[in-house]
């Protein structure tokens, strides 16, 4: 098989997976808080990755992520480009 040939199968393939990721399962982990809703400062993020403690006499604070406004999911972009058509398509015919 030509090799333009195996490129248009493996895109369509990669394609029409990811349509029906996004159909299945609209929502994804948040990427700024990694899904849990909480977002720690970049101050905790680095003490904890070197392994030294917090700072002394205070308590990590941990607020609401805001990109995801504490759900910890997102709208994969694939489900926002399929809302986006639809409601041009719904504006349109109306």
């Known amino acids: 098989m030509p090799l333009a040939v195996l490129v248009f199968l493996a895109l369509t ?5 990811y349509s029906a990721l ?16 909480n977002h720690i400062s970049w101050w905790d993020k680095r003490r904890a990755a070197n ?13 609401p992520c805001r990109r995801c406004k504490g759900t910890g999911a997102r709208l ?7 809302n986006r058509a639809h409601k041009i398509h719904a504006d349109g015919t109306r």
Not at 24 to 32: L, V, Y
Request: proline share 10%.
């Open 76 to 82: 994969r972009i694939g489900r926002r480009i399929h």
């Open 13 to 17: 393939a990669t394609a029409l997976g």
């Open 51 to 63: 392994g030294t403690p917090s700072r002394p006499k205070r308590r990590s604070i941990r607020k």
């Open 22 to 37: 996004c159909f299945f399962s609209p929502f994804g982990p948040c990427r700024r808080c990694e899904g849990t809703g």
